[in-house]
């Protein structure tokens, strides 16, 4: 390749020159997106949301906004509910090259069918997207003993890869099946602005969730009243007409275990715990499925 080889001479003799090669700039590759959001994109549009750290969800009128904690005051979950129907949010570390969301797909339809699920691939609003139904347990009956046989509920799996970030939103209730019912939960999950951060995590790990300052405070002091273990009451999403969202802090419930991308089933008992991982196998226990296992090789999201 002569023109290579010439190329590389006058380069070396710019160098022995002093002459300071030419800045090259990587353009970043940009995708047009209409939500959701990076921090970096995010738009100016005046819409309130509350700061869960790596999250910014929408506050909307009507529609509750619930964060499961554990004991630490650490967020695990967050999800909102509209009506009889809920988006459960995760967000988690991907790798730069982007493409977990194919990987958790094949992976959450392998689970649900393994566990009597059906699980079907369509093309949704933001792309590729799961539609279908998995098993859960129903809520125990009051004199019931035994374990409650699990019922089949229906499901949709959204899932955008954003830059290092993987979000992914579960959607249940009549939402999962009426595209009326689910209108409301798909603008509140287009408006969602991911938070990254800069710190290299492990690809698939669940970005650190916050909870607002006021929020913390009125847990702390649940928690020093020895209530920690009760769940606050549903509180609305919307902030009051006086006041900015911090003013309206989200209820705060018993945390589950952390999330994991590929978890496939809502918990039963508790219709806000989080999923208990991005791609694990619906399970027939209102226990969160444990997380899957790492990839063979492990990535570092950078």
């Not at 390749?1 to 590389?8: E, I, T």
């Not at 791609?279 to 950078?302: I, K, L, N």
Request: net charge positive; proline share 16%; glycine share 10%.
């Amino acid at each position: 390749m002569p023109f290579g080889r010439r190329r590389n001479r006058i380069d070396r003799s710019l160098r022995e020159r002093g002459v300071p090669p030419e800045p090259q700039v990587r353009e970043r590759e940009e995708t047009a997106t209409s939500g959701p959001w990076d921090e970096a994109d995010a738009p100016e549009d005046g819409r309130q949301r509350v700061d869960l750290g790596s999250l910014r969800l929408p506050a909307v009128p009507g529609m509750e906004l619930r964060v499961d904690v554990n004991a630490q005051q650490q967020v695990v979950g967050a999800s909102l509910r509209a009506g009889d129907s809920l988006l459960q949010l995760s967000v988690f570390a991907a790798p730069r090259a982007g493409g977990l969301w194919d990987e958790v797909r094949a992976e959450l339809m392998r689970g649900a069918s393994g566990q009597g699920g059906r699980l079907t691939e369509v093309d949704g609003p933001f792309g590729r997207e799961l539609v279908g139904s998995v098993l859960v347990a129903a809520p125990p009956q009051q004199g019931e003993t035994g374990a409650p046989k699990p019922v089949r509920r229906p499901a949709r799996f959204l899932g955008v890869d954003g830059p290092r970030w993987f979000l992914r939103g579960m959607i249940s209730g009549s939402a999962a099946s009426t595209p009326e019912a689910a209108a409301p939960l798909e603008a509140a999950f287009r408006s969602v602005v991911v938070v990254r951060g800069a710190q290299p995590m492990p690809v698939r790990e669940q970005l650190p969730l916050t909870l607002p300052p006021q929020a913390a405070q009125q847990v702390a002091r649940r928690q020093a009243a020895g209530q920690g273990a009760r769940p606050a009451a549903r509180r609305p999403a919307g902030p009051p007409a006086a006041a900015p969202p911090a003013a309206a802090p989200p209820a705060a419930a018993p945390a589950a275990p952390p999330a994991s991308p590929a978890a496939a089933s809502p918990a039963a008992a508790s219709p806000v715990a989080p999923p208990a991982s991005p791609v694990a196998p619906p399970s027939a226990t209102p226990a969160p499925a444990p997380p899957t296992e790492p990839p063979t090789e492990p990535r570092d999201a950078g």
